[in-house]
Each structure stands twice: as C-alpha cells, then as structure tokens.
C-alpha cells in the first residue's frame, strides 16, 4: 500500500505494506499497490479512507419547500421546482445495489470487474435533504422503506412542520434510523427571525409526539439531531437550544454557520476572514481539559486567538479541517430531477458571497441516473480526479487569499484548476456544515 500520492525516490519516500482486516479493507476502501492520503500529527499519522470508496447517497426527494427562510438560496436562484419519479428513485436503488460490491480484492479499472458480485457488499447511507422538504414528497415513506428493505441506513433533514402525529408513526413503521430537524432559535422570536412563520411551539410539540410515539412502541428510531445555523442575531439561543435537546433527547446538535447568499446575511456571520487558519500567529496552544464554566471558556478563546494552532488534552483541533466534507463522508448527491453531483452545494448555479466577494457558483453534474447508472458516474475518469483532488487538498487556498477575480467564481483558480474548482468552498474550510 503506497501511503502518499508522489510516493518517488527522487522525493526520498519509500514504499511500506500495512496488513489490515478484510472488512476494514472494504470498509474504507483500501486496495494493494494504491495510493492514499495521509496527514502527519506529532504521535503518528492518520490515514483517509479511498476516494473511491462509496458509503452516502444524498437524495433530493423535491426542492420544494413549505417555507421561505431568509438563509435559503432560494433567495438567490429561478429553478423550475419539482419532485422526484418514485420509479426513478427505484432505478437509483437498483444502481447501488450494483455499486454495493466495489471494495475488496484489486481492480483494472474496467466496469465488471470493478463490480465482482464476490465483493464484500457495502453497506449505504440514504440521506434525504438537499435544498427541499423531504416530508412533502408523496413517496416519501415508500422511499424509506425501500432503502431499508436491503438492509441499509436511511435518515432525513426536516424542518419538523410537517411531522404531525401520523407522519411520525409512518416514518416510525418504515425503520428511519435518524431524522435531523433545523432549529434556527430555541424561542419563538429567534425562530420566527429566521424561518419566517413563528411554528416554533408546534414543532418543538411534533417532536414530544415523536419521542412518545418511539417510547410507546419500543422503536429504536428514529433518533433525533438538530441542526443550527448559528448567526449575530441568534448564537444567544444555543444554551437554550441544548436544554431543548436534551428534553427531546436529541442524540446530535450540528452547528453551522450562515451561508451569505445575500448581502443584508453579510453582518450576520460569525467569522469575518474566509481562512483556514483561526489563529493570528505560529505560536501552539496546548490546553488540559477544564470545566467549560462561562468565564474559562472566554479566557480560553481569547487565548487561542492569539495562537496559530491549539490542541486540548493532545487532541490537535485542526484536524478536520481543510478537506471536502462530501468526500470525508464518502457521497455523491443526486438531485430531484436525477441530475448527479458530487455535493448537494453544486445541485444550482448560486451566488454567495466570500468575505465580501460576490462569488458565482456554477452547477457542477457528472451525469443523470435518467440515462446513466451509478457505477458509469462513479468510475469516471473526471470525477475520479476531482475526488482525488478534494482529498490531497491540491485546489488554491481563495478562502484564505481572496484577492484577485479568479475567487469570484468556481470556474477556474490560479492554479490552472477548472470547473469546479473548490478553493473557494465554505464547506471545504469548515465554516458550513450539512448533517
């Protein structure tokens, strides 16, 4: 196993072989005589997962929406609306039960035999979101039974105003392992701020009714996750939107910023420089664990402000940050009208904006399950690079930079890369989150 991608000996690296368990061979896709990316910490080195590893599938059952958020990129686009075909939806099912053998044992790169049925078969996560309401799509618990009929992980994001009594005991009977809802507030006020329709009461009600409904018939899951997007006018509400987890017993809490598809979002972010690096200077931090009292946690942050680079207990802080969240999670995104992305972000064309930068975002589709399968998609050569590239890091550094034209657009940046290139992605740096 060649453990850097210019493993040569004019560069002085050399060639070991690691011996690891079959089924963690197929877990994250590692195959003899390929090259993988790894990342040097000061106890040793983490190894990533094959970018040709599958394991998520983003679904965009509709980009409709019953609301009309001020933070959607709604705001920002004119795209015909629509929902997609349940018999489109099996067609994606049938392809990934296809890709489901794609790990184990060598491959020559050719169709069938990346696809040997005596591979160790993968086991995926269907995740219903993308920039609609899943809960609107007729087929929605079809669609969930389907996937969980083979044996696979199906969850989904809501914004919980459509998750009456009968929706939870439908989702409940069709095996959804997690359902993520999006609270923007934990008070009426906050959330009528965001989401534009004060649901807050009735949601937080939906989601008492669907943690009774669990209790009462001994299901495992749903579990529940919330996720934030944390602004100027709404991070007050944290604390109290953790007490609303833990009196729903929410499992996760998924904290994200704004995205800036408009202007007047521009005062509402929590970051002010587009960068990587949180700190202002090469100096290390290292903190023990301490108790996060109020008056610690402030001494803390403004210490680690001072820092390039801090760690806790050991535990370095930097060390999800910098690579595609879409490839961590091992994804690709299939948009309602069956278009395939490598991430729900580049469903659209959109406008956002990078520190104060208009930056156009165009849409980014490597083919359309209507006419192409999955594994097709999957193997091609381009989208194979891009992969690659998102994990070695390689596209030029605009969230840090941002000074010339090029970051205006994911068309092309200086170092040669075309569409898409992500130098500029918010996901990418950590600053944007999707669950």
């Not at 850097?4 to 560069?11: A, G, L, N, Q, V």
């Not at 997609?84 to 491959?107: G, P, Q, T």
């Not at 998924?254 to 100096?283: A, H, I, Q």
Request: hydrophobic residues 35%; proline residues 5%.
């Amino acid at each position: 196993m060649l453990l850097d991608p210019e493993c040569t000996e004019e560069k002085g690296r050399i060639k070991i072989n690691i011996s690891v368990p079959a089924d963690v061979a197929s877990r994250y896709g590692f195959r003899e005589n390929e090259q993988y990316n790894i990342r040097e910490y000061t106890d040793g080195i983490f190894l990533r997962q094959s970018p040709d590893v599958l394991k998520r599938i983003y679904i965009e059952a509709t980009n409709k929406c019953n609301l009309n958020c001020k933070t959607c990129i709604r705001n920002v686009w004119g795209e015909d609306m629509g929902l997609m075909d349940f018999s489109l939806f099996e067609k994606i099912v049938a392809d990934a039960e296809r890709l489901s053998e794609i790990h184990n044992e060598n491959y020559d790169n050719t169709l069938m035999d990346y696809l040997n049925p005596e591979r160790i078969k993968q086991r995926f996560t269907f995740f219903f979101g993308g920039w609609g309401e899943p809960l609107m799509h007729p087929d929605i618990i079809r669609m969930i039974k389907k996937v969980k009929k083979r044996g696979w992980r199906a969850e989904l994001i809501t914004s919980g105003t459509l998750l009456s009594e009968e929706m939870s005991r439908n989702l409940i009977d069709a095996g959804l392992d997690f359902i993520w809802v999006s609270l923007d507030g934990a008070t009426p006020e906050s959330y009528k701020n965001v989401r534009l329709g004060n649901m807050l009461p009735g949601i937080l009600e939906n989601l008492k009714g669907l943690r009774k409904l669990k209790a009462f018939n001994l299901a495992p899951g749903p579990q529940i996750g919330i996720a934030f997007v944390a602004m100027q006018n709404n991070i007050n509400e944290l604390p109290g939107l953790i007490d609303i987890c833990r009196r729903i017993d929410a499992k996760n809490l998924s904290v994200s910023n704004v995205l800036p598809f408009t202007e007047d979002l521009l005062p509402e972010r929590l970051y002010k420089l587009s960068s990587g690096n949180w700190g202002k200077g090469d100096l290390r931090i290292d903190f023990p664990r301490m108790d996060a009292t109020p008056e610690i946690a402030d001494l803390v942050q403004k210490a680690a402000s001072a820092g390039g680079w801090y760690s806790i207990a050991g535990n370095e802080l930097d060390h999800r940050i910098g690579v595609c969240p879409f490839i961590k999670k091992a994804s690709l995104s299939i948009r309602w009208d069956g278009k395939i992305s490598p991430c729900t972000p580049l469903f659209y064309d959109s406008e956002s904006y990078l520190e104060n930068t208009l930056r156009k975002s165009k849409a980014c589709h490597f083919g359309d399950v209507n006419h192409d399968s999955l594994a097709a998609v999957w193997l091609k050569d381009e989208y194979r690079a891009l992969r690659r590239k998102l994990q070695f890091e390689e596209f030029s550094p605009c969230t840090v930079c941002n000074s010339c034209e090029m970051a205006e657009s994911n068309e092309e940046d200086c170092f040669g890369d075309t569409h898409p290139a992500c130098g500029g992605c918010l996901w990418q740096q950590g600053f944007i989150q999707c669950p």
